[in-house]
Nanobody, 124 residues
Framework: QVQLVESGGGLVQAGGSLRLSCVASGRTFGVYAMGWFRQAPGKEREFVAAIARSASTTYYSDAVKGRFTTSRDNAKNTAYLQMNNLKPEDTAVYYC?????????????????WGQGTQVTVSS
């Protein structure tokens, strides 16, 4: 079992930046691939980014590629999502997610654990 807690959301103007953090507790953080999803009002939850257990591989959706960067610090049990050049369409609740096998499975929507979510609002 692992618990995920996100932080770092907030209100930012278009073109601005935010960094989300996801702190994991419970089982050894390094055994999990970590990822980020988001859900805008009236829309389905969608994949944003994922990172392999060793941080050797990352995955991004086309909507955020080149603007968002995911990373992890296994010594701190923390995953990050650096979001640059934010757009109003990035407004959503962002969820941290974990998969016990691979980031590729996270990209496919296979999630073993979810965080509670953090709101990101981008004003135009």
């Amino acid at each position: 079992q692992v618990q995920l807690v996100e932080s770092g959301g907030g209100l930012v103007q278009a073109g601005g930046s935010l960094r989300l953090s996801c702190v994991a507790s419970g089982r050894t953080f390094g055994v999990y691939a970590m990822g980020w999803f988001r859900q805008a009002p009236g829309k389905e939850r969608e994949f944003v980014a994922a990172i392999a257990r060793s941080a050797s591989t990352t995955y991004y959706s086309d909507a955020v590629k080149g603007r968002f960067t995911t990373s992890r610090d296994n010594a701190k049990n923390t995953a990050y999502l650096q979001m640059n050049n934010l757009k109003p369409e990035d407004t959503a609740v962002y969820y941290c997610a974990a998969n016990q096998q691979s980031g590729l499975l996270l990209r496919g929507g296979s999630v073993d654990y979810w965080g509670q979510g953090t709101q990101v609002t981008v004003s135009s």
